[in-house]
């Protein structure tokens, strides 16, 4: 099934044949630069505004909507037409607004100290639900307007490469954020990180990396048998090579498992080489996953030894903790309105 924004240019034109193109671009611009809904586009005929909505039908029925951190954070839980779920995250900080979108209906790769990698995989998510989210969370930021979009959420973007990319293309050519503000993160999968260095936008690109040599990483990270540091380094430099952007590896802090001196020493062996900035994430509490977060003292700790070894390492904010918005939760206490068949959760890579 063919969502709104499933459509691009050419496929609504045909949609609308016995209309004249300068209506088709009205529809354009209005569903895409203004996020409107059909019955908001009082510049169209009522009869076409109708058939936008019988016809091109939106891909996302809001099922609940929570707010936390004093409004600052939201999110959504959305169902689809076959009656899988995704959730999205809006986030307000000072200075921007960033939304955190999945890519996939469930994660296939298996992290267990992630609520989606405990539950499983469902499917790839089209473009368009991929476009979608943006349109509905900017519509909600109003009057503050979205200015950085991450694909952080459930499912890993780079398992999805077509839907991803695709859906990159539309919100910088056609929504109009900037290749900076665009950044994409995986748990390491090395075909598509390369063909991602072929692409003509520069985005950004964010590694969960959470283990610096290959006996731990695999045990965290189960994609690193397939995909080891080696391979994983090498695809880096050369992504760093062709779009010259900042690499960033994503750590979350285990207490006792990857947060000791050595750790610390085996991640900046990695990174310094890389000029690659760390962001530290204690880990969030997943109903699935015994081990705890590192304390505060021992994050700081971590980010200071970081720092005297040469690192460029911050701690993440977490927000959206008390929502199960946070990193790594998406999809836990919402699962009582999920049919028992349903398997959704949360990527590790947000």
Known sequence: MLTRYDL?????AALLADQPSYRVDQIWVGLHRRGAEPAELTDVPKSVRAR???????????????V???????KWLWRLHDDNY???????????????????????MACGFCATGQAGFGRNLSSGEIVEQVIRASRAAAPRRVSNVVFMGMGEPLANFGSTWTAIERLHDEVGLSARRLTVSTVGIVPGIRR????????NLAVSLHAA????????????????????????????AAKHRRLSFEWALIDGVNDRPSDARELAALAVPLRAHVNLIPLNPTEGYAARGSPPIRVREFRDWL?????????????????????GQLRQRTSTVFPSSVRIARSSTS
Do not use: F, W
């Open 8 to 12: 691009d240019r050419k496929a609504l």
């Open 52 to 66: 936008l909505e019988t016809e091109a039908p939106a891909g996302l029925q809001e099922v609940t909507r929570q």
């Open 68 to 74: 936390g951190d004093r409004g600052k954070t939201i």
């Open 86 to 108: 995704v959730e999205t995250v809006l986030m307000h900080y000072r200075d921007r607004s960033t939304v955190c979108v999945s890519t996939q209906a469930g994660c296939a």
């Open 196 to 203: 991602l260095a072929q692409e003509r936008l520069p985005v």
């Open 213 to 240: 040599n290959d006996e731990l990483r695999d045990a965290l990270v189960p994609v690193n048998r397939r995909y080891p540091l080696d391979s994983l380094l090498h695809a880096c430099r050369e992504y760093l």
């Open 307 to 327: 720092g005297a070894l040469g690192v460029n390492a911050t701690i993440r904010r977490n927000r959206g903790t008390a929502i199960d918005a946070a990193c």
